[in-house]
């Protein structure tokens, strides 16, 4: 094994250094991952152009590696052992506070960095910290005891396994959070990884109706919407969004709403109030802006209208997703559209920022690749 770790590490915003750091000494109870592949998102983006803190990261959360080394005590806890395929979630839960007690990690103070200043979560945790290497964008990760992983099944590629992470949230938020399920009327909003994934997660659990909306530079997403289960696509920009759904629906309105837009503003909020249907309809959103201006709270009483948060995944929704690609059902490999190697980590951020085209849908961080 090689002494010394490549990694690409984050130094300030928009700015990435290729650093070397030894190669760790790894505990009894801890591993090391070769990094396959790291996944980026929506979510890297933003934290690239805006680090919550000056002190260097190695990023990449959403990771997919073999286990290079192990030791006894964390191969007898986790069941799994040298030469093992894994898909790590980013959070690393204390399992003792009363959210990891019920399965709930990812609601842990332990791993949450919004409020919690020395939380371990990879990709987001320093550099500095013990072990150094708390993110994707290198050769080797870190496993503590506390890691979660899971077992990817054979004859699912690495950088197919790389697309767990936005279908874990599909499953999460379409069919645990907002309970999507047979039968259901569905409107998505925003055809990128994450749109595409919540329409495979609706069809998989019998949705009746899937449509999906975008822009007009969304067209080969678009596209490929509907060979991922989309009954309906919908360009917002060349018609009448709302007018199409009333159409399609028979004037009723849809039964769910699953915001996937990113840096869209208010807009698909307001559509998604209007398409829903008369009276109890889901609405599931994100959090991109901090406030709503002339938000219609009262539109939103009278319609009886739940409104849910998108908030990352839990153990379940990642074992559904890995099952998933396993089925091969859905022709998911196809989301997986770009590839970059370590040295390209700043190109490939920026690419999943819109700067290569609408054609990126997923994009795999390759660290063994130049
Ligand atoms: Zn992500
Ligand atoms: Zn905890």
Redesign the pocket.
């Known amino acids: 094994m090689a002494e010394q770790v490549r990694a690409a590490v984050r130094t300030g915003p928009g700015r990435t250094e290729i650093r070397e750091f030894p190669m760790p000494d790894i505990p009894d109870d801890g591993a090391l991952l070769k990094v396959e592949v790291a996944g980026i998102c929506g979510t890297d983006v933003k934290m690239y152009a805006k680090p919550p803190s000056p002190d260097p990261v190695i990023m990449g959360h959403e990771n997919v590696g073999v286990i290079a080394r192990a030791g006894r005590a964390f191969r007898r806890r986790q069941g799994l052992g040298e030469g093992d395929r894994v898909f790590v979630e980013h959070y690393v ?5 009363e ?2 007690r019920i399965g709930e ?1 990812r609601h ?4 949450d960095w919004r409020t919690n200043p020395d939380a371990r979560r990879y990709g987001y945790t320093t550099s500095d910290n013990p072990y150094h290497l708390w993110g994707g964008f290198a050769q080797y990760m870190y496993l503590p005891w506390n890691s979660i992983l899971h077992k990817v099944p054979d004859g699912v590629t690495a950088e197919l396994a790389g697309v767990a992470t936005p279908l874990s949230n599909g499953i999460e938020w379409a069919l645990l959070a907002a309970g999507v399920g047979y039968d259901s009327s569905v409107l998505i909003q925003g055809p990128g990884q994450q749109g595409l994934s919540q329409a495979v997660a609706c069809k998989q659990a019998g949705a009746s109706l899937i449509i999906v909306t975008g822009t007009t530079r969304d067209a080969a997403r678009l596209e490929l919407a509907k060979k991922l289960g989309a009954d309906h696509v919908i360009d917002v920009q060349a018609e009448d969004a709302l007018d199409r759904i009333r159409e399609i629906t028979g004037g009723k309105g849809v039964d769910f709403v699953l915001d996937c837009t990113a840096g869209a503003g208010v807009a698909p909020v307001l559509l998604g109030i209007d398409a829903l249907k008369r009276r109890e309809g889901v609405l599931l959103i994100q959090g991109e802006m901090a406030a709503f201006p002339d938000f219609p709270v009262k539109k939103l009483t009278e319609k009886a209208i739940t409104i849910k948060s998108a908030r990352g995944h839990g153990f379940r929704a990642c074992e559904l997703a890995v099952r998933q690609l396993a089925s091969g059902r859905f022709p998911l490999a196809q989301l997986a559209t770009h590839r970059f190697g370590l040295d390209q980590v700043d190109r490939a951020i920026r690419a999943v920022g819109g700067e290569a085209g609408q054609d990126v849908v997923h994009v795999s961080l390759m660290p063994w690749e130049e």
């Open positions: 839960g204390c399992f003792n506070c959210w990891c990690y842990c103070e332990a791993t």
